[in-house]
């Protein structure tokens, strides 16, 4: 089997989407921030969808805990996750602009490494780690667009996650209840759920549809 | 009367620390907006909140 064109697979996703929207879909840059069940989700979600340029930060190894829900194979235990989802996305994506970074995201190096694309996903699992996100970017870095998660937790209805448009740049996603340090475990299929309502509000922003 | 996701409360006065208390939110991971602007989380005690003003709640809960 021969690898596709850069060509042959643009003209795949154009006809799926569209010509209109693939060229934005194209042009358009997201990071992903935390890349364990939401992120790693939403940015399979995205390399998917044809978007041009990916980057994914994380500072964490592949733990056999994580593959009930993270998109990371048994042969990549203990591999760092950038690198480890950087091989799955090349081979999902092979034209993507992808770049990586493992490195622990802080309030000193947050106005530096999120300020090369246009939308920002949270995909923390730590509610400290969430809210240290988020109010860093919408108070350093206010015009980018941000798409957060919280809430995915446990086995209550899937129904209970939805996409909330806080802000004109700020969206969140999930029921904001569901907590796991409620001894609520994480079940794939939810938690998938959210990643893929984060990655259709990024790909709805993309396409300058800005309600939810 | 102002609102907090988008139901109505008497807090006028209330500063956004106090306010965040008087609706269970005290203590919780957050993020708010008032009136579109983030408020830093270095200024909820000083932020008073006034007639119509709207605030946004985020809380976060772990899992991700």
Known sequence: MTMPTREEMYRALEERHGKELQRRLSAASVVVCGIGGLGSNIAIHLARAGVGRLRIIDFDRVDISNLNRQQYFPEQLGMYKSDALYDTLSRIAPYCDISRNCVKLTEENIPELLNGEDIICEAFDKADQKEMLVNTVLEKLPDKFLVSGSGMAGLSSANNIVTRKVTRHFYVCGDEVSDVADGLGLISARVAVCAAHMAHMAIRIIAQEYDV | ?64
């Open chain 2, 1 to 64: 009367m102002l609102t907090i996701n988008g139901k109505e409360y008497e807090l006028n006065g209330k500063t956004v620390a106090e306010a965040l208390a008087e609706i269970g939110y005290g203590g919780q991971r957050v993020a708010v907006e008032l009136n579109e602007s983030i408020v830093p989380r270095d200024q909820y005690d000083s932020t008073v909140l006034y007639e119509g003003d709207h605030l946004e709640v985020v809380r976060f809960v772990g899992g991700g």
